[in-house]
């Protein structure tokens, strides 16, 4: 149980064109959906944490217009990358939390390499 | 607030010898910590978490941790690695989240296991 799939899970796009990145919650109902940004060799770096309904808090740096969320239901939240550049070509990571009693757990989706040229 | 510190950026081990990834963590509250597993381009694997409950957990492939709070650690161990054990290790602490407020989780850096045959 408590699955997360990411789709697409790799893309190549062209400079200037926009790009949607879905996460859903296979077999659960998310509390709250993060999306996250990996560089090489790096750690996980937190873009935005979003709730169903509402809209997404973005972190300290993070162009919220340029990457638009969507946390459409409590299964899908979406990712757009808007206009990209290459220098937004990363690997794209997001999770959903399950709240159970004592824990706030994470569960982690596959990832999406998105390349841009 | 919290923070977390992966003191080794790399450990390398050889195959069938016992494995320490260390883990320290600062928190205001009686955290929630988790150690994830991450293969090249691959999405983030629960390895095991800490709910307040026992402090010596036991995870998955072998792995457990030992919450020691006197010390503020989380130390990950496993007593022999095997050639699929490497990969890269992420320490996570999350505060429960104030009132009104989303939890938010902090990452370590990462910690890159090497197995040696």
């Known amino acids: 149980g408590a699955v997360v799939s990411q789709h697409p899970s790799w893309v190549i796009c062209k400079s200037g064109t926009s790009v949607k990145i879905e996460c859903r919650s296979l077999d659960f109902q998310a509390t709250t959906m993060f999306w996250y940004r990996q560089f090489p060799k790096q750690s996980l770096m937190l873009m935005a944490t979003s709730n169903e309904g509402s809209k997404a808090t973005y972190e300290q740096g993070v162009e919220k217009d340029k990457f638009l969320i969507n946390h459409a239901s409590l299964t899908l939240s979406t990712l757009t990358v808007t206009s990209a550049h290459p220098e937004d070509s990363s690997f794209y990571i997001c999770?959903?939390?399950?709240?159970?009693?004592?824990?706030?757990?994470?569960?982690f989706g596959p990832g999406t390499r998105l390349t841009v040229t | 607030a919290q923070s977390v510190t992966q003191l080794d950026s790399h450990v390398s081990v050889s195959e069938g010898t016992p494995v320490l990834l260390r883990c320290n963590y600062s928190?205001?509250?009686?955290?929630?910590l988790f150690w994830y597993v991450q293969h090249p381009n691959k999405g983030l694997q629960l390895l095991l978490k800490y709910t307040s409950a026992a402090t010596l957990v036991k995870g998955i492939n072998g792995f457990e941790a030992e919450f020691k709070k006197s010390e503020t650690s989380f130390h990950l161990t496993k007593p022999s690695a095997h050639m699929s054990d490497a990969a890269e290790y992420f320490c996570?602490?999350?505060?429960?989240?104030?009132?009104?407020?989303?939890?938010?989780?902090?990452f370590g850096r990462g910690t890159s296991l090497i197995v040696h045959p």
């Open positions: 996570v602490v999350s505060d429960p989240p104030t009132s009104g407020g989303s939890y938010i989780p902090t």
């Open positions: 999770s959903a939390s399950l709240r159970d009693r004592t824990t706030y757990e994470q569960y």
């Open positions: 928190s205001s509250y009686s955290p929630s």
